[in-house]
């Protein structure tokens, strides 16, 4: 009961009238960023990352949180009416979506996607409100080995999991590591890879790595290879849900989160996995199994609820442990860094307004996206018309605005045009952007509880394994590190179907 | 740890081993250089750190960027040994990114130009023009050629920023010569 009040009193946070207009206008963002190419969730809340500056912690969560969901819904728009995924999440909605969409059935697509988003959503977050405080309780005992443990594991799981190679992997994280020694040493004061700079002595602000990785690299990525005449989208009218569409999505909608909730919650790269996973379930489970891959609803259905599940799941591991899964969640733990804000076991009694005024701003804005989501989709899908060059100019442009606001200091803009550069050889050669960003984040953090954890055994590296819950995360490790081998001793004979990869 | 991520064809066995062909099959190798130039400069650096006497607990601030370092040195060595075995990087695909092309290296170099002219006119004539060149001339880069449109929509759109950042969010931007004169 003591959740149902704290989330009555988040309700009274998240209607006030300033706290509702920054969640519609996350939610406004995120469904437009959905739908724009080249700009996903997480770029989107790096190039907003400024506005930590003027607003207050809870009004700029609301509005991240927005833009997170937003995203989720916009992505499918995309994926459906162009056959391009606007965001990795929504890369299975074009299985099915797409060829739905060429046969005149683009508008009971978008509603199944628009629908099961909103389920996914609702369900996710009421297993978000049920489970965080009981996790958060839970954690509030554990401490620096175990901390250290999960943020291994993080870092771990971030470079195998996800990803076509490992080693790339591990570069990309190395790369975010090594960014993230600059500066003064936090125990002693000592300068590492600072030259003698001054500039550097602070570090390098984590919204200009941010911001470049994600907005300059893309945009130089982008602009090297630029399609010359992008693809054109198919017109659709109003989305709406027959009865007979409607029988077939209800299940799958009521499925998907049960598998996008625990997957969101772990490091295993958010949405990307089991929307895969959910797709595949529903082929399996369909008595039309034939219409898979030529537009069965059930494909679409099914993996969007999965894909809203799942990003309520993240948000459980970011707001109690401070680990984040994916790379909006990476970018929003920027964020309370910015704030001076540690997110994990604590924040729930320390940020309890902040906290369920977000929660609460999810229901009032999932909520909103359906409302603006069924009707709108054609007008959503008119966004897709803008020049490619006028959208990665703006990007480059608020990338600017957002590295220069920092310090005020064009060193930071030089170092941003860097960490850019080398964002887009990442691309090139297929290093995963999301290690490096977590290397950033989470790095300076791991090597803190990593000394604090050696200084209580004095110097003995069984402080870092003395805790029954630090053990259990170090085992995860060593099976995520050893899988290829284990995979290799318990060989399936059905090699799995050839799934698309897009990273945002 | 041998993934090829994207096994090329067999590879052309006319190219000799160490030809320009040859190694422009296997450009990734440079990003193996990079991580090794920066595994050094990591482990050079962390060398040079006194701990004697700013240490607190049993394990400095020389540790990790010792762990970092040769880290870097073992996966760039792993990531060569991929690449000369056959394995391949995947470069990133997206909505607008057409790989079939080749890299257009004449945008790009235009693109950075627009980003580093705003970084070096900032401090001279402030934001509201750095920024309209920023976006004018990224614009121009990628392709746009409307000299009413463009430029308009630079100066509209770097003005905003500018007083959006300066009173909404109370971020200072340099106004430069032209706000002074108001």
Not at chain 1, 85 to 111: F, H, T, Y
Not at chain 1, 165 to 194: C, H, K, N
Not at chain 1, 196 to 221: K, N, P, Q, R, T
Not at chain 1, 353 to 382: D, E
Request: hydrophobic share 55%.
């Amino acid at each position: 009961m003591d959740s149902f009040t704290n989330l009555l009193e988040g309700f009274a946070t998240a209607l006030t009238p300033t706290h509702l207009a920054l969640a519609a206008l996350g939610v406004l963002l995120g469904t437009a960023i959905g739908v724009l190419p080249g700009i996903g969730p997480a770029m989107a809340v790096a190039l907003l990352l400024p506005v930590t500056y003027g607003l207050e912690p809870t009004g700029a969560f609301i509005m991240f949180a927005g833009i997170y969901y937003g995203g989720m819904f916009g992505g499918s728009t995309t994926s459906i009416l162009l056959n391009t995924p606007g965001e990795s999440a929504a890369v299975v909605a074009a299985i099915d979506g797409n060829p739905m969409a060429r046969k005149g059935r683009g508008s009971q697509a978008l509603a199944a996607a628009a629908i099961g988003h909103f389920v996914g959503g609702v369900i996710g977050t009421v297993l978000l409100v049920l489970l965080a405080p009981t996790v958060a309780e839970f954690a509030v005992d554990i401490g620096a080995p175990d901390f250290f443990a999960i943020m291994v594991l993080a870092f771990i799981a971030v470079t195998s999991v996800l990803g076509a190679s490992r080693v790339r992997g591990f570069a990309s994280l190395l790369i975010g590591l090594t960014i993230g020694l600059v500066g003064l040493d936090e125990m002693t004061g000592q300068q590492r890879l600072t030259f003698g700079s001054l500039h550097l002595a602070d570090g390098i602000d984590v919204v200009v790595v941010a911001v470049a990785l994600f907005a300059v690299g893309e945009s130089l990525w982008v602009a090297a290879h630029l399609r010359r005449k992008p693809a054109s989208a198919i017109p659709v009218g109003r989305a709406f849900l027959g009865r007979e569409d409607f029988r077939r999505s209800w299940k799958p909608w009521l499925r998907g989160p049960v598998i996008g909730f625990p997957f969101g919650a772990i490091p295993a790269g958010g949405a990307e996995i089991p929307t895969f996973l959910s797709y595949v379930t529903e082929k399996r489970l369909s008595q039309h199994r034939d219409e898979f891959g030529k537009g069965a609803i059930e494909g679409v259905a099914g993996p969007e609820a999965t894909a809203s599940a799942s990003a309520a799941g993240t948000l459980v591991s970011m707001l109690t442990l401070g680990l984040p899964t994916t790379a909006v969640a990476a970018v929003m733990l920027a964020a309370f860094q910015q704030y001076g804000i540690q997110p994990g076991p604590l924040l729930f009694e320390r940020e309890s307004a902040l906290v369920w005024g977000l929660i609460a701003s999810l229901f009032i804005g999932l909520c909103l996206l359906l409302v603006l989501n069924l009707p709108l989709a054609p007008v959503w899908a008119k966004l897709l018309r803008i020049p490619r060059p006028y959208l990665y100019a703006g990007i480059l442009f608020f990338a600017s605005v957002g590295a220069y606001a920092v310090n005020a200091d064009v060193f930071d803009l030089l170092v941003m045009f860097v960490i850019g550069v080398l964002g887009f050889v990442m691309r090139r050669y297929g290093l995963p952007v999301l290690p490096a960003i977590i290397g950033v984040i989470l790095g300076p953090a791991a090597e803190q509880q990593m000394r604090r954890a050696l200084q209580l055994s004095d110097g003995s590296l069984t402080g870092l394994v003395n805790t029954p819950f630090s053990l259990v995360v170090y085992g995860i490790v060593v099976v995520l590190l050893l899988w290829p081998l284990i995979r290799r001793l318990f060989r399936k004979p059905s090699p799995q179907p050839e799934r698309p990869k897009v990273d945002a | 740890m041998h993934e090829a991520v994207n096994t090329v064809k067999a590879v052309n066995a006319v190219n000799k081993p160490w030809s320009r062909a040859w190694l422009r099959e296997r450009s990734e190798l440079g990003v193996s250089a990079v991580l090794v130039g920066l595994g050094v400069l990591v482990l050079v650096d962390a060398i040079r750190i006194h701990t004697d006497f700013a240490q607190r607990g049993p394990v400095g601030p020389k540790a990790v960027p010792v762990v970092v370092g040769v880290g870097l040195l073992v996966v760039a060595a792993l990531l060569a040994r991929d690449v000369l075995r056959g394995g391949r990087g995947e470069a990133e695909g997206g909505e607008d990114v057409d790989l079939s092309a080749p890299a257009d290296w004449r945008t790009v170099l235009l693109l950075c130009g627009a980003f580093l002219a705003n970084a070096a006119l900032i401090g001279v004539v402030g934001f509201p023009i750095s920024g309209a060149i920023l976006f004018w001339g990224a614009a121009y880069a990628l392709g746009s050629r409307d000299f009413v449109r463009d430029p308009l929509l630079a100066a509209g759109l770097s003005v905003l920023t500018f007083v959006l950042f300066d009173n909404l969010l109370g971020v200072p931007l340099p106004g430069g010569p032209l706000v002074g004169m108001f």
